[in-house]
């Protein structure tokens, strides 16, 4: 990165702090909030809820760190009037320009605060010294990356996975997406015990080195709003020093996400994913999602659970909720075999449902008791245990 | 070595040493004898913890001269002639071995005047030599008088406690004897000091609020009627629960007895309510029909054999939470402990997050006193319904809820009360069928140890009822293959949960019948899946959980026993306030 960093020691001189900018709001706003994602809610130290701007060479960069994760990013929308740098509370900045109606705002840095102005109105928000702030690192551009992918399709790898990640505190290697690259191909794995998704994708290979990397799910859903809003080219991806480095776009409209990676070792999927499951029926995604949200509202929190039973050319998906009534839902389907039923929690069969995009999907089974698998357009794998219903 | 036969006064010295241990057991069985005499008031006397002297005098029915002899002899008894009558034994001292086992071991003289008779008749026995008999004249009744006891076995009389502690236990002995016959009036005196009296005819709940020392309005009266038996007994609030059973007097057919089972009824009922290692003080009176009980099991009758433990056991649990039911179950908070509560748990400074305005809404609502703005014989009905009377919520913490109700402020532990409500409706869905449990993509392997491995098989029912499948994977090793979809949602772990299970299981920390460690593991899925103190609730959340507060039955305990509600009555406040 090419923007006027300085080293978090150096001391400045308090006019080198004194920014000055007139920034286009929208695009202030976006980037601030955003950056923001990765400042903790509760966090012992008011400086890691801070974000820092740093305004030179034309160009605004906003960051902020948690100490694991690391998110900088540069906007051009911008007028660069005086450089300098200011460190603020996040959660009232991005308040302030959110509230704000004014097509652009102006930025003063004085000292510790930071003067914000709009046509008529005026705040002067109270930070801290820049030099508190821990150092967020931009994306190493001279050094090679291990692999690319592109924008879109890295956001949808994260899109299909990112949800049957794990959230627990006792199986803390599931906390996480895998990230599993050999040769050309790399596969997104995730898993909360219950339900496993895999997503795969061709992928620009740089360096030779295959590998594993567990990256928290954080990061990733960080990763994912960054590429929501800047899907456009490679994202250049990084495994170096114990850390994951995600490089997007270059120059004045570039962005890093940098984490730490989760320990541990992810559970062998390839032994997970079944490979006899023999029964396999063809069915429209929107229909089939419709069916299991309608079944589903008659659950309840102690019997979650819908019961789909097959047979020729009909599907019924039922439920029931002790205290409140049951529900039969009919959908047609093309399967000919023998009446099969089987359960499944609703809630992880329309997680995956609503992030397929392809018009029909192939549920594989093989019996009630066994796990089922739904397929899409042959990089989509999800992998879903049955629950057993009276 | 040869082998003789045992002399007879050591034969009644041994058969003594059961029966009379220590001087409580010694006054135990003379005032059965006396009660069974008719005796309406009965006097017991002892001094220097009752080794010097035991004394029971009854206005009984009394014994005759020429019957006397008789009366200390060892298994002379007036209460049963065959063996068949063993079955139909509805009074105390049947074993005829009483007085002679008394005699053996002390300086015994039984004075008694007999109504039939024209003149009473007095006989000592000494180191279990009979003497003769000779004239007496008093009241009708009978005195016993046992002196220097265990003065020819040293080696007894070495194991007795200090007088005061003997004294202690015989006081304890004849509490429990008030408390099994309540129509006959106790004295009790202990070197010339009465240490209490306890009067004829007294009003069974009056009975007990005098030895208990809990007040009258604080007892919640027990009543049943089935085809095993019928109970009648008292109850103490859930608040007066101390740890152990000593407060809980169980009475079958008038005797006093110990009966595990028929104690866990008592618990069972009060599930929720109480911490389980507790009670609060019960005295239940248990008829059954004679012949539905073998008392012949133990020397000190103290334990029977039950032919319809299990009827008796559900009729003593129904009953109890019958009057549970009845009772206003939020408990008061007595103001000086109040007091003290509010000292250590609120912070010297306001917190902050009171603001000045509802500071100043509480202290209108106080001032202007809703009791005195009732309108004279307006009810508002029982508290668990008044939560509709909820103006304002205060979070305390995230972790305590603090509300405005007609005539008191309540403070809620959310914690508590969600446990409370799951724990309801985990037992509501188990009553329905198996929960409904989730497979495990990769079955999660537990350290669990050799013996928690070898109960799996004698636990598999009851873990399938609560949707958990284990399997064995090998000596102290195991695999979670299922776990209830509930829990899973409310993110709770598969692994840790069942490693904390089994070893409870192990460690004997669950009771053994399946339906009571049913609710004990309900208890803890409810623990584990309930929201936590700290938890920051949203408002939908919030009232959630204080609309189903009203609708779960006994909500004002979590299944830990811990209070979820604290009613601080405006009165209290008032009082604290100095405005009464």
């Known amino acids: ?390 | 070595m040869s082998i003789r036969p045992l002399p007879r006064v050591l034969v009644d010295q041994i058969a003594a040493g059961e029966v009379v241990e220590r001087p409580a057991g010694a006054v135990k069985e003379l005032v059965e004898n006396a009660v069974d005499a008719g005796a309406t008031q009965i006097e017991v006397h002892i001094a220097d913890g009752g080794r010097s002297l035991v004394s029971v005098r009854d206005n009984g029915l009394g014994i005759a001269p020429d019957e006397l002899g008789l009366a200390v002899s060892p298994h002379a008894t007036s209460k049963i002639a065959t063996v068949h009558d063993l079955d139909a034994i509805l009074t105390m001292g049947f074993r005829g071995e009483a007085l002679a086992s008394i005699g053996a071991v002390s300086r015994l003289t039984v004075r008694s005047q007999c109504k039939s008779a024209q003149e009473g008749g007095e006989i000592r026995v000494e180191g279990g030599r009979m003497g003769d008999v000779r004239p007496w004249s008093g009241a009708q009744g009978t005195i016993v008088e046992a002196e220097d006891l265990f003065h020819n076995i040293p080696a007894r009389a070495a194991f007795l406690k200090s007088p005061r502690a003997e004294a202690m236990r015989v006081g304890e002995t004849l509490m429990a004897m008030a408390l099994a016959h309540p129509t006959v009036g106790l004295r009790f005196v202990v070197d010339g000091k009465q240490r209490f009296d306890y009067p004829a005819n007294e009003d069974t709940t009056q009975r007990v609020a005098a030895v208990t020392g809990i007040p009258v309005d604080a007892l919640l009266r027990l009543q049943a009627e089935e085809a095993a038996g019928q109970l009648v007994g008292c109850l103490a609030r859930p608040e007066f629960a101390r740890h152990g059973t000593r407060g809980v007097h169980l009475i079958l057919n008038g005797r006093p007895i110990l009966d595990r089972s028929l104690t866990h009824a008592i618990r069972e009922g009060l599930r929720g309510l109480i911490e389980p290692t507790t009670l609060p003080p019960a005295v239940l009176w248990i008829s059954v029909p004679p012949d539905r009980v073998d008392v012949n099991v133990h020397p000190t009758k103290s334990e029977v054999r039950l032919r319809d433990g299990s009827a008796l056991f559900s009729m003593i649990r129904m009953a109890v939470r019958r009057a549970l039911d009845e009772a206003n179950l939020v408990p008061k908070m007595p103001l000086p402990q109040q007091l003290d509560e509010v000292k250590t748990a609120w912070p010297a400074r306001a917190p902050s997050n009171i603001s000045p305005s509802s500071a100043a809404g509480l202290e209108t609502g106080l001032s202007s006193s809703p009791t005195s703005e009732k309108a004279p014989g307006f009810d508002f009905g029982p508290v668990t319904r008044s939560v509709r009377a909820v103006e304002r919520i205060l979070v305390l913490r995230d972790s305590f809820l603090v509300l405005e109700e007609a005539d008191a402020l309540v403070v809620i532990d959310q914690h508590a009360l969600h446990e409370r409500m799951m724990f309801e409706r985990l037992k509501d869905r188990v009553g329905q069928g198996e929960l409904p449990r989730q497979a495990l993509l990769v079955p999660e392997p537990i350290q669990i140890g050799a013996e928690a491995v070898e109960l799996l098989p004698q636990w598999q029912p009851l873990l399938t009822r609560l949707g958990i499948e284990v399997v064995e994977l090998g000596p102290g090793s195991a695999a979670v293959q299922s776990f209830p979809v509930l829990l899973l949602e409310r993110k709770v772990s598969p692994g840790p949960f069942v490693e904390d299970l089994l070893s409870r299981a192990v460690s004997k920390h669950l009771p053994p019948e399946p339906e009571a460690a049913l609710d004990e593991v309900l208890d803890m899925m409810a623990c584990k899946a309930a929201i936590k103190a700290g938890d920051c609730l949203s408002d939908a959340e919030l009232e959630d959980l204080l609309a189903q507060r009203e609708a779960i039955e006994r909500s004002t305990n979590c299944p830990h026993g811990r209070p979820t509600t604290i009613r601080i009555p405006v009165e209290d406040l008032e009082r604290r306030f100095h405005r009464r």
């Open chain 1, 1 to 390: 990165m090419d923007g006027p960093i300085l080293p978090v020691e150096t001391t400045m001189p308090s006019t080198a702090t004194a920014m000055k900018i007139v920034c286009d709001r929208t695009a202030l706003a976006d980037a601030v909030s955003l950056v923001s994602g990765v400042v903790a809610a509760r966090s012992p130290s008011p400086v890691l809820q801070c974000l820092r701007i740093t305004a030179g060479d034309g160009q605004l960069r906003f960051s902020a760190t948690d100490l694991e994760i690391g998110v900088a990013q540069t906007i051009d929308e911008v007028d660069v009037q005086q450089e300098g740098e200011v460190l603020v509370p996040a959660d009232k900045l991005s308040q302030i320009v959110k509230a704000s109606d004014d097509p652009t705002l102006t930025l003063e840095a004085e000292g510790d605060r930071l003067r914000i102005r709009g046509l008529g109105s005026n705040w002067s928000l109270h930070g801290f010294p820049v030099s508190e702030a821990p150092e967020v690192e931009d994306f190493d551009e001279s050094i090679t990356a291990d692999y690319e992918v592109p924008a879109v399709i890295l956001r949808k790898q994260i899109q299909r996975t990112l949800f049957a990640a794990a959230n627990e505190q006792s199986r803390y290697a599931i906390n996480g997406v895998l990230f599993e690259r050999s040769g050309q191909t790399l596969r997104c794995v995730a898993t909360d015990g219950r339900r496993l998704a895999l997503s795969s994708c061709s992928c620009e290979k740089t360096t030779d080195q295959d590998g594993n990397t567990i990256v928290p799910s954080k990061a990733l859903q960080l990763l994912g709003k960054l590429l929501d809003a800047r899907a456009q080219g490679e994202v250049r991806v990084s495994i170096r020093d114990g850390r994951a480095h995600f490089g997007i776009g270059h120059g004045s409209r570039n962005a890093t996400i940098t984490s730490t990676l989760v320990e541990g070792s992810f559970p062998p999927w390839s032994d997970v994913v079944p490979k006899d499951n023999d029964i396999h029926v063809t069915m429209d995604t929107s229909s089939l999602a419709g069916a299991v949200r309608r079944a589903a509202l008659l659950t309840s929190q102690e019997s979650r659970g819908v019961k789909l039973t097959f047979s020729a050319g009909n599907l019924v998906i039922t439920s029931r909720a002790p205290d409140t009534g049951e529900a039969e839902i009919r959908v047609d389907c093309n399967y000919d075999g023998d009446e099969l039923s089987i359960g499944f929690n609703p809630g992880y069969l329309t997680d995956a449902l609503k992030i397929i995009d392809s018009p029909e999907i192939i549920l594989s089974l093989k019996g009630p008791q066994k796990p089922g698998v739904l397929k899409a357009d042959g990089e989509f794998i999800y992998v879903v245990m049955p629950v057993s219903l009276d």
